[in-house]
């Protein structure tokens, strides 16, 4: 396992830090790769599933997928993509076409699958102003959900919250909206953490850029354990350096305005 870290280490290093191709990003190793995307951008999934294959990781784990749903992945069903989405009710979900996920599993090859997906009615809960520590369960404190967020962090967070948002929110929802971005982090660092235990890893994590974060994200609740190498994949270059250790900029996808559904 020494050997295998400090071979990932050497591999991480070879890459600057900051703006990457996507063959660099293809060259990437670690114990965890945080794979950041927008949801919604096919391109976002066609480099991940490429940065999945060349990994090669012993895991998988899915923000969109719950536990018991990413139970049912099995290497032979990943060969089927309807099966596969039919046995994961997607059409039920509320993710972006199971079309663009779906070589991210064919990539995956026999990695096992692990989902972190926080049911919505914790995540209500905590919106609502509910204990997140509760909803969370064993692993509250070490996963830093007992303790309120530093002040000027907070009022980053909800700033930021608000801004996705298009501006819309009523203040007094914004720290329920932080709660719940707190509350899924805590859940992916879990099974991440859960993932490198049971497989000896690398473990690849596929979920929104928010949570891949690297300065209050699920890879700053890891700790100092694992080599976790972050990656943000972005619409526009970036006016300030973002907090991944890498990330691309891709063309946004063509969608409608997001910010009609608040009008």
Not at 25 to 35: G, H, M
Not at 46 to 74: C, F, H, I, S
Not at 92 to 97: A, F, H
Not at 255 to 261: E, L, N, Q, S, Y
């Amino acid at each position: 396992m020494r050997n295998m870290i400090f071979a990932f280490l050497v591999a991480a290093a070879s890459v600057a830090a900051g703006e990457i191709s996507v063959t660099e990003l293809t060259s990437l190793r670690a114990d965890v790769l945080f794979l950041g995307e927008t949801h919604d951008n096919p391109v976002h999934h066609e480099n991940q599933a490429a940065a999945v294959a060349a990994l090669r990781p012993r895991a998988v784990v899915w923000e969109m997928l719950d536990p018991e749903q990413a139970g049912r992945v099995t290497a032979d069903l990943v060969k089927d993509q309807a099966a596969l989405g039919v046995a994961l009710e997607w059409e039920n979900s509320n993710w972006p076409d199971f079309s663009f996920y779906y070589p991210i599993f064919a990539a995956s090859g026999a990695a096992r699958h692990y989902g972190a997906m926080v049911p919505r009615d914790a995540v209500r809960a905590a919106i609502l102003g509910g204990d997140i520590a509760a909803a969370f369960g064993p692993g509250a404190e070490r996963y830093q959900l007992t303790a309120p967020l530093p002040d000027d962090q907070q009022q980053q967070r909800e700033a930021e919250q608000l801004e996705a948002h298009c501006n819309a929110l009523p203040p007094e929802m914004l720290p329920g909206m932080v709660l719940g971005q707190r509350l899924r982090d805590a859940r992916l660092a879990e099974q991440v953490e859960l993932a490198l235990t049971e497989t000896g890893g690398p473990v690849a994590v596929i979920t929104g850029n928010g949570h891949a974060r690297k300065d209050w994200g699920a890879p700053y609740l890891l700790g100092d354990g694992p080599t976790v190498v972050t990656v943000g994949q972005l619409e526009a270059s970036p006016d300030q350096t973002p907090p991944f250790d890498h990330f691309l900029v891709t063309a946004a996808a063509e969608r409608d305005d997001p910010c009609k559904a608040f009008q």
